[in-house]
């Protein structure tokens, strides 16, 4: 028999705001002060209470264990906002079927070709740049993975415009979910100016993606790409009653993938581009594996097996700086986690950031070190230390599309150009938004091709 301890509340809970100030004020620091204060610790955000799980094995038996800790809480409420119940956030219950009927668009026969578009536009975006030029980081990763996602995702590029429109909407609703996940009811009801930004810009995604969804289905051809997979997919499950997506499940999902592969890969080539400048001896050997490897040429899907420390700096930037960095749960019902009985209903938290900080699993967590990755020199970090891509059945499905992504782009860049920074406000991580984006990252494109000898 298990004997239940209280959860501890974390101190410095104020009268009807609860932990909303520090929260606000500095959410990151926060989240790293909360192990010292136990494995599950009770945070209060204004009347709303969720526990926060702070110990990575614990954090693992919540992430494999998706019937008992389902996917709810405030996090998903939004999230389904504006994907619906897709992949990402649909409950236990959708998820195996769906699952099942998504998988083979994500086979490694498709990656490869999804490769060759990513290695495309990488070039066609690196092409543009002119040396000495300044270059908002993110806006130039956010249109790259813009346009491969719409590329890999229709096969065709949307008009600028279109496409402007789309990762204007992704910023938005990115925002809006934070925001919309600190408001209490009534608020998000209210037609206030940012929940009026975040439903137009959802609704303004789902317009574009439904207008591409009607030309596919009008000319019948299947393309190879994620929308014909989506349309043409069948359950092998004989037992299954809905054997087909329907055209509201295609449309979330394209919807939830448009938003995914842009956003957080993005953001994963920005930090690392910015972290690399900080490190210039680790950028000095970036430069010579690319020189080796690439000889010139972009990267490519065969060259990734040898880009090694290049894959290393992506794995450590996710690190430091996950994109999703607070996700919830709901228990389904009464269970006991860590010696602690949770009633159903109860709200958890989680958050790779925290667990990935952690300084009894990453020695010197706030330096960026690839070659923590490197098992030829040193034990590889805990299996459970690392959840970026989260774990068990509920494993992000793109988690090898944005990591070839993100290290295709990194090496195409490095091969060709040095991001110096330039004077300004210090980078700082916008903790507003539920992905992390490095806020104000401005650097100066330096040619490497004129810099080498011929």
Not at 291 to 307: C, F, M, N, S
Request: glycine share 6%; with cysteine; hydrophobic share 40%.
């Amino acid at each position: 028999m298990i004997t239940a301890s209280p959860i501890a509340t974390v101190p410095g809970a104020l009268p009807l705001l609860g932990h909303l100030v520090p929260l606000a004020r500095d959410p990151l620091a926060f989240l790293r002060s909360l192990p010292a204060q136990g494995d599950l610790v009770r945070v209060c955000v204004g009347p709303f209470q969720a526990v926060m799980v702070c110990d990575p094995a614990l954090t693992r038996q919540v992430l494999l264990d998706d019937r008992t800790f389902d996917r709810g809480g405030v996090f998903y409420e939004r999230l389904r906002e504006v994907g619906g119940d897709s992949l990402g956030s649909c409950p236990h219950s959708l998820h195996r079927r769906q699952r099942r009927l998504l998988q083979p668009a994500f086979h490694p026969t498709r990656l490869a070709r999804y490769a060759q578009t990513m290695t495309d536009q990488i070039v066609a975006m690196t092409d543009a740049w002119r040396d000495d030029q300044v270059l908002d980081v993110l806006a130039e990763m956010l249109a790259l993975t813009g346009r491969v996602t719409t590329m890999t995702l229709f096969s065709d590029a949307l008009p600028a415009p279109v496409l402007r429109q789309a990762i204007d909407d992704i910023k938005a609703i990115a925002q809006g979910t934070f925001q919309r996940m600190l408001m209490p009811p009534p608020l998000d009801r209210l037609p206030i100016p940012s929940n009026r930004r975040f439903h137009e810009a959802s609704a303004s995604l789902h317009r574009t993606v439904r207008s591409l969804m009607a030309e596919r289905r009008a000319s019948g051809t299947d393309h190879g790409d994620l929308l014909s997979a989506l349309l043409t997919a069948r359950d092998p499950d004989p037992a299954e009653t809905r054997p087909t997506l329907s055209d509201d499940e295609i449309a979330d999902h394209l919807v939830a993938f448009f938003f995914a592969g842009a956003e957080t890969t993005a953001d994963a080539v920005a930090w690392a581009l910015h972290l690399l400048a900080q490190h210039p001896d680790i950028e000095d050997r970036l430069h010579a594996e690319v020189d080796a490897v690439l000889q010139g040429a972009p990267a490519a899907h065969e060259h990734l097996p040898r880009l090694k420390l290049t894959s290393r700096c992506i794995t450590e930037t996710l690190r430091l700086w996950p994109p999703g960095w607070l996700l919830t749960r709901t228990v389904t019902v009464d269970t006991h986690l860590g010696g602690h009985l949770l009633p159903a209903g109860t709200t958890l938290l989680y958050s790779a950031y925290l667990i990935q900080h952690r300084p009894d699993l990453y020695p010197d967590p706030e330096r960026f070190d690839p070659d923590r990755w490197d098992s030829d020199q040193r034990p590889a970090p805990p299996r459970d230390a690392f959840i970026v891509f989260g774990g068990g059945p509920r494993k992000c499905i793109g988690d090898q599309f944005g990591m070839i992504e993100s290290t295709l782009a990194l090496a195409t860049i490095a091969s060709r150009w040095k991001l110096r920074p330039v004077p300004g406000p210090p980078v700082r991580p916008d903790t507003h938004n539920i992905v992390l984006q490095p806020r104000g990252l401005r650097m100066r494109a330096v040619s490497r091709t004129t810099q080498q000898p011929s």
